[in-house]
């Protein structure tokens, strides 16, 4: 069969992965070795014909060191040209057979500069998104329109209300698709009205992000809809839609609109600490070189199993440097509540977005009022004002 | 708040999930309800607003049974409108935020009508492949075009010897999608064209699938092109590409092509037992529903750790009742060996497709000589003949 190949010249441009793989040494290295034929070749190395198939194109173990936990960190690069300058390829090449192999978990990626410009990143950015809401120096608030079964008419009157009250992006709750209950067209013209009526009444700049968790073939078109109708951004589920999806938007120059990525579907990937993916590098890196602006994950001590360390990660990933890919916002969420918000100051600093959503509505003084609290709490320089309104002597 | 929201009809019509759950049962009670919560409106139910919302429109605990290993079976209900008639939100419904919760897997669907009867499923199903084949009653074959690397010329010299050799369904290695060594168009034109003239020595019907892994914005045009290119299938990563991409093109009345998928980046979802979705509900009710005809999972004893009981439960899950939804074809693979046949063949019977892809490149005789060998010992009667080509006394 050999000489049936033809070999195809490479660059040399290589990027790579690096996989936490189980222990003892010999065995990570066997793995490590079998990773990079896996998601290449997918032959064993004695059948790779001659010529640079099996020199270039299959991948290369370029180290493996000791790691915490007994296992090993094996970094394996591949020749750039294995993607095809294509996401779902690049997704395939670090993730695709390999995610099937138990006790190896892809903790990192490090990308090589023409995929950095080829997927470019989120359009906005952390500092492209202060632009657009003109909120300089706090941590910005977002909120969700929830829930489910409620209409139109209704949603649209909650969006008023917490731009009203001084929330900087309002979304629709991630379970909002096309339901009977608010259909999507309607749903986000009145929610978008409300919230430009709002800003025409306050003066602020909120944006309204309605969930673009579609069909294939709707997607593109319900995001431009979106636009036309008065949405200042998407909400975008690359578990549900697919990972492309979420890129294609963010590139779009017609749309322009800023990203906000929700994790829904994801879990899998980064809950069982020795296989899937890191968190760091699924909700950091995946999730910017895919284009969100904002990337919203679970908060530790929420309604799921985030731990502090893993939250840490997160936020580190989605601002170290990148090359020309600019930084996300983290988005701490699920179930947070506003007394939670001190605490989540302290950990997060003013570099990231809250998002607030059920506990807003709990509020015993109404919607508008939760929110202007909320702004106010986040206001004020340091901890000084406390979920219930009061000034602490701090 | 309550007063701002109005409660919309649904009709009663409801689909249910089976969630297990870590016990003990006070605590797999608690998550049970949280789940009911959290895969609808996303509010504690102290927040629900009267009507219909909080009694109809989230989901419903209808049983909470005893399982394997201290675990609890939560059957829970949702209301048809959840989905919206929406695959990406069905998904969602399913599995959105619950695959955040740790000790929670869903382990099986249970489809109401409607949906069954919306997302309609595979175009062709066991049946329908068989008769587009021309293959009535043994196993079917399929192998890859491989590695990554090899130019379109060298690929269809492969598809030529493999459909010359009688193999039922050559596909591309998953890894192929649009790369410099062998670009989609060009290889799909070449590896279509010289299956066709091989189809037309042997008067056989031989398929070719290429693998469509694509961008977004630009995978239905790359499936209809493989159309007019002549292919006669799809290979589908529906874990790379979106799980609405493949039904879309299963879906599509002017492509009516048969689809093969791939399990490229779902490993996670399966390999935690007690988390994600078990692996007869995402190879086989899922795949099902989203359009595969013809689901690739890894076989025991492979490259990857699926036990013989998974591949058990996935071949039953292809093809058990699904109201209209046909069965689809369980395709075994992931490292098979040609003398692994028998053993296979006693494992899935004759309702299977035998996936073998290296190995078949690595035999002394050839590319067609081994194809043919494959194709014999399928084609005898019970375990007749060997891998070496002689037959037993059986």
Known sequence: VAEEMVSAAVSGERFSAVYRVAGPEERARAVAEAI?????????????PPGNVGRDVVGRLEDLSPAPDSAYDARVS???ETTGGELPQLLNVLLGNVSLMPGVRLIRLEPSPSLLRRFGGPRFGRDGVRRLL????????????KPMGT??????RMAFACAMGGIDLVKDDHGLANQPFAPWRERVARCAGAVAEANAATGRRTVYLPTLTAPHAELLERAHAARALGAGGLLVCPGLVGWDAMRTVAADDTLALPVMSHPAGLGPYVLSPASGVSHAALFGQLMRLAGADAVIYPH?????????????SIADATAEPMGPVRPSLPVPAGGMRLDRLPELRRFYGDAVVFLIGGDLLGQPDGLRSACERLVAMVSAPGQEVTADGSRTDG
Do not use: N
């Open 300 to 312: 530790t001590g929420g309604r799921f199993a985030f731990t502090e360390s893993d939250c840490r």
């Open 151 to 156: 209409d139109s008419a209704a949603l649209a």
């Open 134 to 145: 003109g909120v300089a120096d706090r941590p910005l608030l977002a909120t969700a329109l």
């Open 36 to 48: 990079c034929l896996e998601q290449t070749v997918e032959l064993p190395a004695r059948l790779l």
């Open 78 to 80: 591949f020749a750039v």
